[in-house]
Each structure stands twice: as C-alpha cells, then as structure tokens.
T-cell receptor, first 117, second 112 residues
Framework: DAGVTQSPTHLIKTRGQQVTLRCSPKSGHDTVSWYQQALGQGPQFIFQYYEEEERQRGNFPDRFSGHQFPNYSSELNVNALLLGDSALYLC????????????????FGPGTRLTVL | GQQLNQSPQSMFIQEGEDVSMNCTSSSIFNTWLWYKQDPGEGPVLLIALYKAGELTSNGRLTAQFGITRKDSFLNISASIPSDVGIYFCAGSGGTSYGKLTFGQGTILTVHP
C-alpha cells in the first residue's frame, strides 16, 4: 500500500522565481492538504483540495495556489518567491468520504525542502 | 485564530522512564491527533482522539482527550531509544474536515 509521495525531495530557487511541488495521496484517499513547516515550528495549514476544488485556506497570500487532478494528485505553486518561503512543504492526504471525524486523520508525505536564496 | 500551546518544549530522559507531554488550546476542538516526526521525514500519525474524556492507547503510548475539549495529553511508558523525535499535537475544530492546527512540538531525547 503506497503512502503519500512528494516530489522533488529538495529544491533551490532564487527570490522572485516560481516553484511547483507535487503530491500523490495515499491509495484510496481523495483529499489533499498542504502545510508549510518552518525550521523548529509545527506545520502551518496552507489549503486543502477535495473534488478538484479548494475547500479551505489558511492564512497564506495569493502567491500560494494549488490544483488537484482527477486522479486526486495535487500541485502546490508558489509565485514570486521570498526568502521567508524557505521551509519544508508537507502534503497530507485523507479520506473525506470515510465520514465522521475520521476524515480528520491526515497522513503526511516526507515533504519537499525548499530553499530560497 | 486558534493557538495550541504544547509543553514541555524539550525533554531529556533515561531509557526506561515514562514521559508525559500536553497540549492546550484557546478554542474547542472536536478531534485531537498526536504525531511523531523524525529528522528529514514527515509527521507520522500515532493516535487519534474523537470524544471528550476519551483515553486511547497504541502500544506504549496513551493519549487522552481533555474533558473541556481544550486540551490533550500524551504519555509514553518505558521509553526506548527509538522514541527519540519531535512529538506534535494537532487539533481540528467544528465540522470542517480540513485544517489541522499544530502545537510547537516537544523534542524528546532518550539517553541509553
């Protein structure tokens, strides 16, 4: 049973550039959430995708956007990169249709380490 | 917005000792989750709690959903070296199956 996978593992960009991160959810899951984890901090919620639409969004600027594909995989795009965008970006998947509060059980991928110079 | 305060920030213990850590929130949560994160990895789900007062175990780990719905506790019994890592609490509120709010983490070091 494949878990959540993310690519690439590491990425180095310069200020002002754009980046796309990719995520494949755990087999059987239909919902993907993205989180940003700065060094020494807990993950911060960016947004969540279900049925190819953004369902919820955290306190992140419009420079952060996403997409979910029919096969439930997802992309996170960040435009006009800032030094402060350097972080570990985590993708988590869950099964919304499981119903009840178990839909809150999110399973994380290994993350993409983004460094902005 | 919702804030989670997790304590202690770090713990240094001897192998075989028991460990306790807790998390408090300024708001009510309907679900509490506990995760462990190793260096360079994503968080791994340890225990999920759904009901106020609920006590759930997973091997040597036991977690409780506080009665007020604003706190949760995680205990690890008879610690072993592989328990080393960062432990995070996370809460989800209301009926929104989405946003998890995380604590700052507890760094656990186990000396053999």
């Amino acid at each position: 049973d494949a878990g959540v996978t993310q690519s690439p593992t590491h990425l180095i960009k310069t200020r002002g550039q754009q980046v796309t991160l990719r995520c494949s959810p755990k087999s059987g899951h239909d919902t993907v959430s993205w989180y940003q984890q700065a060094l020494g901090q807990g993950p911060q919620f960016i947004f969540q995708y279900y049925e190819e639409e953004e369902r919820q969004r955290g306190n992140f600027p419009d420079r952060f956007s996403g997409h979910q594909f029919p096969n439930y995989s997802s992309e996170l795009n960040v435009n006009a990169l800032l030094l402060g965008d350097s972080a570990l970006y985590l993708c988590a998947s869950s099964f919304l249709l499981l119903g009840g509060r178990k839909g809150n059980e999110q399973f994380f991928g290994p993350g993409t380490r983004l460094t902005v110079l | 917005g919702q804030q989670l305060n997790q304590s202690p920030q770090s713990m240094f213990i001897q192998e075989g000792e028991d460990v306790s850590m807790n998390c408090t929130s300024s708001s009510i949560f309907n679900t509490w989750l506990w995760y462990k994160q190793d260096p360079g990895e994503g968080p791994v789900l340890l225990i999920a709690l759904y009901k106020a007062g609920e006590l759930t175990s997973n091997g040597r780990l036991t977690a409780q959903f506080g009665i007020t719905r604003k706190d949760s506790f995680l205990n690890i019994s008879a610690s072993i070296p592989s328990d080393v890592g960062i432990y995070f609490c996370a809460g989800s509120g209301g009926t929104s199956y989405g946003k998890l709010t995380f604590g700052q983490g507890t760094i656990l070091t186990v000396h053999p």
